[in-house]
């Protein structure tokens, strides 16, 4: 074969090789197309699927919702009295606790507070899971709070002795509120602000 033969045969082959390549490049393109527009038709189909199997299920829950108000509806006496109440007291319950919960959340936000974190949750726990796992640890533990409470007056006396004008102060306010929540407890427990109601008792 000469060099020329040689030559041409190289580029036929070359050229055939690169009009294959741009074939498989336009036929990958449209593959990718076509599936594609698969997934789309797949996606849309699934959407509407899901969106009918929604309305259905709504549908099926306010039939069964308002069935059974009808059932509700339907008994008589003191039962449908207590239970029309309820549903009378139901949109009132929830509006109050949405209302309580966005309250607490402000409080909270306000004060800084938090929920506590696992580590301090797990820290509270941990003599209760140990008392739980070796239970004779709290006879063990009973008897040295017997022990420690025979010592206890002369500790409680020493830290009465020391205390501040502010701890006396704080004593003295609690004192006071503890005071009148008992008498005002008295109060409502009497009906009336001195004395007790008295019984008419006949003669004997």
């Known amino acids: 074969m000469s060099l020329a033969a040689s030559r041409q045969v190289l580029r036929h082959s070359t050229f055939a090789v690169r009009r294959t390549g741009i074939r498989n490049a336009s036929s990958t393109s449209e593959a990718a197309g076509a599936v594609k527009e698969k997934a789309s038709e797949g996606a849309s189909k699934a959407s509407e699927g899901l969106t009918r199997v929604t309305s259905s299920a709504s549908a099926a829950a306010s039939k069964v919702g308002s069935a059974a108000t009808n059932a509700a509806n339907r008994v008589g006496g003191r039962t449908g009295r207590l239970i029309s109440s309820v549903q009378a007291?139901?949109?009132r319950v929830i509006y109050y606790s949405r209302?309580?919960?966005e309250l607490g959340k402000l409080v909270a936000h306000q004060r800084g507070m938090a929920p506590p974190n696992m580590a301090t949750i797990s820290q509270y726990l941990q003599p209760v899971t140990n008392a739980l796992k070796n239970?004779?640890?709290?006879?063990?533990?009973?008897?040295?709070?017997?022990?420690t409470a025979?010592?206890?007056p002369v500790n409680i006396l020493n830290r009465v002795r020391g205390f501040s004008q502010q701890q006396w102060i704080s004593a003295g306010i609690v004192a006071a509120e503890v005071v009148g929540f008992f008498s005002v407890g008295e109060m409502l427990g009497r009906f009336k602000l001195v004395g007790y109601r008295a019984k008419d008792h006949g003669e004997h």
Do not use: M
């Open 99 to 101: 209302v309580g919960l």
């Open 135 to 147: 239970p004779t640890s709290l006879l063990n533990a009973g008897a040295r709070t017997a022990e």
């Open 150 to 152: 025979s010592a206890q």
């Open 89 to 91: 007291l139901i949109p």
